[in-house]
């Protein structure tokens, strides 16, 4: 079977989801399949082709260039992202053995789904990373409510035209079969880490230790990711002001975004020096990073669980690394790592409790290894790459034109 992969994405530019991208890609055409990826070339930060997929057996490849635009021009951005939708056309009406179409969520997933379906009779797997536009309004990604609903609107006729949706967890699900999605045609996949790469890295051989030389008889609490809308800084600020007094203690960001300089500023603002700043680093450094942390904080804005999901929570399990998670309570996410002992989740703004629990994982190294041990073998059966792709694949036996 063929699958024609079509990404608004491209392996050049950083994104938190490149990694699965490249771990999926490449457990397919192990187990077979042909793959021909159309993506995109923004920045030329990285390599279009991870090394890794470079002269794999099967693997054929577009790549269409766009131009930058600033994350807050979100207009301009939109409109890049419909024309791409026309190039990347281009490529793949030159395809004409594909047995199924793999399509990764955007914003205007809309204006690709449609030309599949007028130009190509391939059924097409909506794959959804991020519920659009899901709390786009609520976090200030679009900021005009009457603009919202009209995203909203076109966004619906996609849960009908796709013959498959795959999306990360049980609360996405909920909210997609709330927009129209019919909910046989919802599947549950979740997010993935690559078992070969993944695993905990000792600080002696911790390459982000000692490139940063990092002090590590403090305790870290870590996050690294993107400094974008979904990050709740506020959760990060007020947790540094009631650990300040901890001399021990420190709160270590690693990434980069487009909320990141304003981040910087409240921070020296703030006078907030137990936080320490350092810079995104290269896909390879990913375990290195997580192992640096010896909890590791996720702080989401509110409704931002039902849209989404941390995609970083399996690679940290799989490192052995404590999570901290400020999310909203009341989730199908929250109560899965409450009731299986997986780490922490606190309410969000419920900044206390928050230092509380960091303080009793400091002093506790006992209840730190229970969480690690069952985050594990949780891990192990749930987020495996091999377990998730295979569910992919055998959606595309069921829906593909070759089945």
Excluded at 374 to 385: I, K, L, P
Aim: charged share 25%; aromatic share 10%; proline share 4%.
């Amino acid at each position: 079977m063929k699958i024609l992969y079509i990404t608004s994405d491209g392996f050049d530019t950083p994104s938190p989801n490149n990694q699965m991208a490249e771990v999926m890609l490449n457990d397919f055409l192990d187990n077979g399949y042909q793959v021909h990826l159309i993506e995109s070339h923004r920045t030329g930060r990285f390599e279009d082709i991870p090394e890794s997929l470079q002269g794999k057996e099967g693997f054929t490849c577009d790549i269409v260039n766009r131009k930058v635009f600033d994350r807050n021009r979100f207009i301009k951005r939109y409109i890049n992202d419909v024309m791409y939708a026309f190039s990347a056309m281009k490529r793949w009406r030159k395809i004409k053995d594909a047995d199924v179409c793999y399509l990764q969520s955007n914003p205007t997933i809309l204006f690709p789904l449609l030309l599949l379906k007028i130009f190509t009779r391939l059924p097409v797997l909506y794959c959804i990373y991020d519920v659009w536009p899901g709390h786009a309004h609520e976090i200030g990604v679009v900021k005009n409510k009457f603009l919202y609903n009209i995203f909203r609107l076109l966004n619906k006729p996609c849960y009908k035209m796709a013959d498959a949706i795959t999306v990360m967890s049980e609360d996405m699900k909920k909210t997609v079969v709330g927009e129209g999605a019919r909910p046989d045609k919802v599947h549950i996949v979740y997010p993935w880490y690559d078992e070969k790469t993944a695993r905990e890295i000792a600080p002696e051989e911790n390459r982000f230790i000692k490139k940063f030389n990092l002090d590590t008889e403090k305790f870290s609490v870590l996050f690294a990711g993107t400094v974008g809308y979904v990050f709740h800084s506020e959760t990060v600020l007020e947790l540094a002001k009631r650990l300040k007094c901890q001399e021990n203690i420190v709160i270590r960001i690693v990434g980069e975004g487009n909320l990141l300089e304003r981040f910087k500023h409240q921070v020296s603002e703030q006078g907030l020096d137990n936080i320490e700043l350092y810079p995104l680093q290269p896909v390879e450094l990913v375990p290195d990073v997580y192992s640096s942390g010896d909890v590791c904080l996720i702080p989401l804005c509110k409704t931002v669980i039902a849209n989404g999901v941390p995609s970083k929570a399996p690679i940290l399990m799989a490192c052995n690394r404590v999570i901290v998670n400020s999310v909203d309570i009341n989730s199908y996410y929250a109560n899965t790592f409450i009731e299986n002992e997986l780490g922490v989740c606190v309410d969000i703004g419920d900044y206390d409790t928050l230092a509380k629990e960091i303080l009793d994982l400091y002093r506790s190294p006992e209840r730190r290894e229970r969480y690690t041990r069952n985050a594990a073998a949780y891990c192990r059966e749930h987020f495996s790459s091999g377990a998730n792709t295979r569910r992919f694949m055998d959606i595309f036996e069921k829906i593909g034109r070759g089945k």
